[in-house]
């Protein structure tokens, strides 16, 4: 069935080093795929997004990446900071009804 | 700013009781929606409404249902709480549209059942 895969699950980066989330979806006609960040006890925020028809799209820190041949995207955040220890999910549309398939997540630690 | 308020953070309720979580926005968006979200399983959709009195299923419906009698009021129902239906319970609302884009999340209600 539809799925999508999110890896690391886990991933404890150096303050200021950079951070890459990976995941992999099965319909090859999804075309809309966020990413939301939650900190710890807070409720899920979208940090960004792309579009099929598009490759790439940054936003300051925060970066991502689609290959849709190989049906992938992932997020880039460089120069990381405290702030950005919380768990991401990235996400895909399921054109049957339009509505997003998650990742399982990925806890993202900042080590100071 | 766009708010969306779930009635409770924290409830606990006994194995076959009839929980009601309640979820309100306050920036008439047409579209709303409850999640579940448990460790390692990432957000699973429950139910999702586009309209008033309108409602969908999602991936997993069974032993919930759901009520939208006013636009900015979606409300969730475990018609029998089980053990297996301890989780965190999300609600989102979005602009109108059959693509869901932007999603607005409440703050959750951490859900036990005894």
């Known amino acids: 069935g539809e799925n999508v895969e999110q890896h690391p699950s886990t991933l404890s980066v150096q303050e200021g080093d950079s951070a890459v989330i990976k995941c992999t979806y099965s319909d090859s006609a999804s075309n809309y795929f966020p990413w939301y960040k939650q900190e710890l006890g807070k409720r899920p925020q979208l940090i960004i997004d792309i579009r099929s028809n598009v490759g790439e799209k940054k936003d300051q820190r925060i970066a991502v990446t689609l290959n849709k041949t190989a049906k992938h995207f992932s997020l880039h955040i460089t120069e990381t900071q405290p702030e950005d220890s919380a768990v991401y999910f990235c996400a895909a549309s399921r054109p049957s009804n339009y509505q997003l398939i998650w990742g399982a997540g990925t806890k993202l630690i900042i080590k100071p | 700013d766009v708010k969306v308020t779930q009635s409770s953070r924290y409830l606990v309720k006994r194995t076959g009781e009839k929980v009601f979580l309640e979820c309100v926005q306050d920036?008439?968006?047409?579209?709303m929606f409850w999640y579940r979200q448990d460790p390692g399983l990432g957000l699973r959709l429950i139910y999702f409404s586009y309209d008033v009195k309108m409602k969908e299923k999602g991936d997993i419906p069974e032993g919930y249902s759901v009520s939208r009698e006013k636009k900015e009021r979606f409300s969730l129902i475990l018609e029998s709480a089980s053990t297996n239906q301890t989780s965190m319970y999300l609600c989102?609302?979005?602009?109108?549209?059959?693509?869901?884009?932007?999603?607005?999340f409440g703050s959750g209600t951490q859900l036990s059942v005894l």
């Open positions: 989102a609302s979005s602009w109108g549209g059959r693509v869901v884009e932007k999603l607005f």
């Open positions: 920036m008439d968006h047409e579209n």
